[in-house]
């Protein structure tokens, strides 16, 4: 509600044109519209849905027909709520789609929430693009998080955020972050890791000492076993949350979880790290896998959220005994350097703003160290285009193909343009696997949309269907998508327009989401 407050004032000051927040998760996307449309929408106003826009799907597939092409969403509406990866793919990525949306970047309110969670690889791109619409569109960007990044202090010839003096909104950090401490977060980290088995029974314990408990894993597979153990021995008021749940069957657990939680009932949710950025819900003790310390960071502001606790809450710090990272390089990277911090917290407490482990002082710790390794990843390197490069070269100087040019031919390519722009979009992707929306019969909503989208074949009811139909989206892997196909599982809606539906109900569990898809190897499915 403040950035919303600043950005209306903002945009009326300078005549600006639009309000877009770029969100890393679709949950925090659910969550903001929703309360932005309270206050822009009010009912009776004459304007509801048409002030607030949400766009965070892939439905379409990227080669488009013309009926697909006509119902890619544009952002053209005053309010919009879209995702970091819509936003890159908008500014780098092929096909026709995105640059359709390009032009509303200009003259807009440019709000990024939690953009700590901006991919690595595409570091030096962000800052340029950035730059280039403040100094050249006309834009405002506000960057927004308790983890700030240090975009402001990588490599400043590949790009960096160029901050003002007086950049910071909120003066006095250090100060506001003591005011605001709720939690006291430990290191319960020990050798040889905690079992599944350990983790739920220490769960459990903690709902019995503080009524309430939100477990955040790194990975689905975790999620969903902890939940299976904790649920043997707790009835009622346990939960599950992940990215395999629509966004309607994300918000409907989390309203009975707020709920809850506002009765003082007894309440366990295990999440995985879709909940830690922004969500609004408020435990009285939170058990974090290890992870980056942002992440872990993000998993305190859910705990004590409101500080109505008479004492500070508590984040448990648990190293799991069994987990594979391989597939998520971010975390795991952030989960060592974690790891380092730890042992120079225990070494020097008094370092770190007084013992805060998630203080100004040890992010910005964390950041250094995190950059420092990962600084050759920035500039997005590809070896798929039949060369090893850089996105960041092929979209500027290009000097790789430039010299290879110069040797073959004896002269400088006589053009002014040297960029390989078709290589590099078809090269980029915001995510190393790229995703794909399928709509899920999720309650009776989803069906009567499958249904509609089935009959309906006048464009300008497709398109509405398919606005509403964002609630009702998963967005999987390719890998999830092969084994939905080969069950027979996914369907298109009609003929000519390749928008798939899960057409199976039995794929799409009450706890899970998507789950227990067959595959090769069995029937449990896990996307990582």
């Excluded at 609004?280 to 872990?296: E, K, M, N, P």
């Excluded at 002014?416 to 019969?441: C, E, H, L, N, W």
Aim: glycine share 6%; aromatic share 8%; hydrophobic share 40%.
């Amino acid at each position: 509600m403040a950035s919303l407050r600043f950005a209306l004032n903002h945009a009326q000051t300078h005549e600006l044109e639009r309000i877009i927040y770029i969100i890393p998760f679709t949950s925090i996307i659910d969550q903001n519209a929703e309360e932005t449309r309270k206050i822009l929408e009010p009912q009776g106003c004459g304007d509801e849905g048409n002030i607030v826009l949400e766009h965070h799907s892939n439905l379409t597939p990227e080669e488009q027909t013309w009926k697909t092409k006509i119902l890619s969403e544009n952002w053209d509406a005053p309010v919009v709520y879209t995702t970091m990866v819509q936003f890159l793919e908008t500014l780098f990525g092929s096909g026709t789609r995105g640059a359709r949306r390009m032009h509303q970047l200009s003259k807009s309110v440019l709000i990024f929430d939690e953009i700590q969670t901006l991919p690595i690889n595409c570091v030096h791109l962000f800052n340029n693009a950035i730059h280039f619409l403040v100094d050249h569109c006309g834009s405002s960007v506000v960057l927004c998080t308790a983890t700030q990044p240090l975009l402001n202090e990588v490599d400043p010839k590949k790009g960096r955020i160029e901050l003002a003096p007086d950049s910071e909104m909120m003066p006095e950090v250090k100060e506001l972050f003591a005011d605001l401490r709720r939690v006291e977060v430990i290191d319960q980290q020990k050798s040889g890791g905690w079992s599944f088995d350990e983790v739920a029974d220490f769960a459990i314990e903690e709902i019995t000492q503080c009524g309430s408990c939100l477990v955040i894993v790194n990975t689905k597979k975790a999620a969903q076993k902890i939940f299976e153990l904790c649920k043997s021995q707790m009835d009622n008021n346990i939960f599950h949350l992940s990215t395999s749940m629509c966004p309607a069957h994300r918000k409907a657990i989390l309203s009975q979880v707020r709920q809850l939680l506002e009765a003082d009932e007894d309440v366990l949710c295990i999440s995985t790290q879709l909940i830690e950025a922004g969500v609004d819900v408020d435990f009285g003790a939170v058990i974090r896998f290890t992870a980056g310390l942002d992440s872990i960071a993000q998993a305190a502001g859910r705990c004590n959220r409101n500080g109505k606790r008479p004492t500070k809450g508590r984040v448990s710090i648990v190293n799991p005994a069994e987990e594979n990272l391989d597939m998520l390089p971010s975390i795991k990277e952030g989960k060592q350097i974690t790891e380092r911090l730890l042992r120079e917290f225990e070494d020097n407490p008094e370092r770190f703003d007084q013992g805060d482990l998630i203080g100004p002082t040890a992010m910005q710790w964390y950041f250094r160290y995190y950059f420092f390794e990962r600084q050759d990843e920035m500039t997005y390197p590809v070896k798929s285009i039949g060369w090893d490069d850089n996105l960041l070269g092929l979209l500027s100087s290009n000097e790789k193909l430039v010299q290879d040019y110069g040797r073959v031919n004896k002269t400088k390519p006589a053009i002014y343009f040297k960029q390989s722009f078709m290589t590099a979009a078809k090269a980029f992707k915001a995510i190393d696997a790229p995703t794909r929306g399928i709509i899920v019969p999720y309650d009776k909503r989803g069906n009567e949309i499958i249904t509609a989208l089935c009959a309906a074949y006048e464009p300008d009811k497709q398109f509405a269907l398919l606005r509403e139909a964002q609630q009702y989206t998963v967005n999987i892997f390719p890998n999830l998508l092969t084994a939905l196909d080969e069950a027979e599982a996914i369907h298109a809606v009609q003929d000519g327009i390749d928008i798939l539906y899960l057409m199976k109900p039995e794929y799409y569990s009450e706890h899970f989401g998507l789950a227990n898809i067959p595959t090769k190897k069995g029937t449990n499915f896990y996307d990582f």
